[in-house]
């Protein structure tokens, strides 16, 4: 049996992301395991036809980032939560993350893109996966509320 003792979940606020953090959270709950809460902000230059419009500015976003990864929290206060707001490339500042935390596994939202998007967008999911240092555990579809319940969650996990 994986033992579970600490779980990161990064997120980009998106409703996968939501998704994910409820499960995270509940998984977190059911095997006793700190939660780690990640959102990293990549001030990367978005290119726009032919021309390239410079990243805002870092520090104008920072408070609305901290406050909104704040914002996520757990209804079970049992549970232990980290924080972290992190600047950076997502894919690489989440393996970062989960090597040094140690983390037991990654649970993670996936926007689900195919073809063409796929392509041109990369999947920052689909690179956690190929190179995390711990399993992942992607959920890209809302969840039925009874899927919550312990037993449910440990049989989804493969527990």
Do not use: N
């Amino acid at each position: 049996m994986l033992a579970i003792r600490t779980i990161l979940h990064p997120t980009d606020f998106s409703e996968q992301a939501e998704f994910a953090f409820r499960l995270a959270a509940a998984l977190a709950r059911d095997h006793g395991a700190r939660l780690i809460l990640l959102h990293v902000i990549s001030g990367s230059a978005i290119v726009y036809g032919e021309g390239v419009v410079p990243p805002l500015s870092l520090e104008d976003d920072r408070e609305r980032w901290e406050k909104e990864l704040h914002q996520l929290g757990v209804s079970d206060p049992s549970v232990p939560v980290e924080h972290r707001l992190k600047d950076g490339d997502p894919v690489t500042e989440i393996l970062a993350v989960a090597e040094q935390s140690s983390a037991d596994l990654i649970v993670m939202g996936t926007h689900g893109r195919t073809g063409l998007e796929r392509l041109l967008m990369g999947s920052v999911a689909e690179q956690v996966v190929r190179k995390a240092p711990c399993p992942v555990l992607t959920v890209r579809t809302p969840f039925h509320e009874s899927v919550f319940s312990p037993e449910l969650m440990a049989e989804a996990a493969g527990i």
